[in-house]
């Protein structure tokens, strides 16, 4: 619709204005047209911190390297690392995103149907499968006439195998659009099926109905090694059964990369869905110590292994509270004050990352096992494998120059070091598998989502 034009204003009387204060003017003019216009002038565009700090990640070229030998590890196996034979499915869960994007689909693909070759009739999911050739650990091993020449194991004291192959199978299909994976029938039951009795067990096995939450032994953080064995990945009748955090957040994300699964399912969404409202109603009722700003590491259902004077509910679980950012269990003002106590923790620790797994860490004597004293694995070492996880849960909040300055530590030492260590030492030592995947996943997806990001808020 054309409007009628207006007449012409009557010209403005001149007015004699010195040079600058004109020019200035002109300037000013042009900045609000050019906002009114949903563009950045160029002077306020080099000015921009966003803009400033796009082109440092742009710019960065040892994030172009990193980047480059995460792809290259990926491309050579599905096993956790070098020290490992398995395909464990927590591990494969954390590093499938860039492995699909530098490997075939199939062999991924297969390797997610044998998870379902073994699993058990109550629905449980083992740990990782290994060619039975190369079995040499002490594990009590399972068998499948589905799958010939393989063992498979299942670390009892851990709750997390079934929901990492939920994600693991969702991320898969997201990725590839392989819905007929979902349909595929092992040993007559689709995988979609599989999926869901998976869920089941961890319902009727592992659930403590007073709480709404799932449990499983104590261990340190998402640890797998329980305190009162020298080894300590069975579940027995010395074993301690509590709640954590970690188990029942990453149940909230495999609850969610379920229902995410076609086709749409209405009685199972109203189930699950739920099911995930207690969850999530009881980790806030029963785990978060609000006074403290923070997760408590355990709730026991029939005591703790630990001395009564013992104040365990003064550690921080770094692995956890990532995983519970990833479950959408912080608001964004939580986030914040968290990064802010671990960042201390860092600190007070005298650790090199994010990537920090507990602070303080349990005292020596604490885990029969050998391994776990303080400032050791699981028990107060520094690991890519969750600092990565937590700082993409950084950048999904909008804390993007956060993310990147917390990236940097840990992507300097693996080129330093030239290895996708498992672990490090407080002093910045590397320790454990060197070619370790799921170190190399997880930041090589943070790097590629902190670059799409700087990509768009370029001028």
């Known amino acids: 619709m054309l409007l009628p034009k207006r007449p012409a204003p009557s010209p403005p009387a001149p007015v004699s204005l010195p040079r600058r204060r004109f020019l200035g003017r002109v300037a000013a003019l042009a900045s609000f047209v050019a906002l009114a216009r949903n563009r950045i002038p160029r002077s306020l565009a080099a000015d921009s911190p966003s803009i400033r ?25 599905l ?29 991924l693909r297969e390797a997610l149907i044998t998870f379902f070759k073994f699993q058990g009739d109550d629905g449980n999911i083992v740990d990782g499968f290994i060619p039975e050739a190369k079995a040499g650990v002490g594990y009590r091993y399972r068998r499948s006439p589905l799958a010939p020449g393989l063992l ?47 869920l089941d067990y961890l319902m009727k096995d592992r659930w403590s109905p007073d709480h709404d939450l799932l449990w499983g032994a104590t261990t340190v953080d998402w ?83 630990f001395p009564p004077d013992f ?25 914040v004050r968290s990064l802010a106590a671990m960042r201390d923790n860092v600190r007070r620790a005298g650790a090199a990352s ?26 107060g070492g520094d690991w890519c494998w969750f600092g990565g996880r937590l700082i993409r849960q950084l950048l ?30 407080r002093d910045n030592q590397p320790r454990g598998s060197g070619r370790f995947r799921g170190s190399a996943g997880v930041l090589g997806i943070v790097i590629q989502e902190l670059r799409a990001w700087a990509s768009s808020h370029t001028a």
């Open 223 to 305: 640890g797998d090694v329980q305190p009162e064995h020298p080894w300590g990945v069975e579940l027995d009748e010395h074993s301690h059964r509590a709640i954590d955090i970690y188990d029942n957040a990453l149940f909230l994300v495999a609850l969610r990369e379920f229902l995410s699964l076609p086709p749409a399912r209405p009685h199972a969404a109203a189930r699950w869905t739920a099911v995930g409202d207690r969850v999530r109603a009881g980790i806030r009722r029963h785990l978060w110590d609000a006074p403290r700003g923070k997760f408590k590491p355990h709730v026991y259902l029939a005591g703790s292994p």
């Open 152 to 198: 498979a194991h299942k670390n009892t004291v851990e709750t997390d195998q079934e929901s990492s192959l939920v994600q693991a199978v969702a991320r898969y299909v997201r990725i590839t659009g392989d819905t007929e994976l979902l349909r595929l029938p092992v040993d007559g039951v689709p995988i979609l099926d599989r999926l869901e009795h998976a």
């Open 396 to 425: 999904r909040a909008g804390l993007v120059e956060d993310a990147y300055l917390d990236l940097k530590p840990m992507v300097t030492r693996v080129l330093r070091h030239n290895g996708f260590f498992e672990w490090w030492t």
């Open 79 to 107: 096993n956790a690392g070098d020290g490992y034979g398995e395909v464990w499915i927590r591990d494969l869960n954390t590093f499938i995103e860039l492995a699909l994007q530098v490997n075939p689909a199939p062999p």
């Open 53 to 77: 700090l796009a082109r440092r990640i742009l710019e960065d070229e040892e994030l172009d390297t990193f980047l480059e030998r995460a792809r290259a590890l990926l491309r050579t196996g």
């Open 311 to 335: 104040d365990e509910d003064a550690i921080w679980y770094h692995g956890g509270t990532a995983v519970a950012m990833e479950a959408d269990l912080l608001s964004r003002e939580e986030i």
């Open 354 to 379: 994010l990537g920090l797994t507990v602070y303080p860490p349990y005292p020596d004597g604490f885990f029969k096992n050998p391994g776990m004293g303080a400032w050791s694995y699981q028990n």
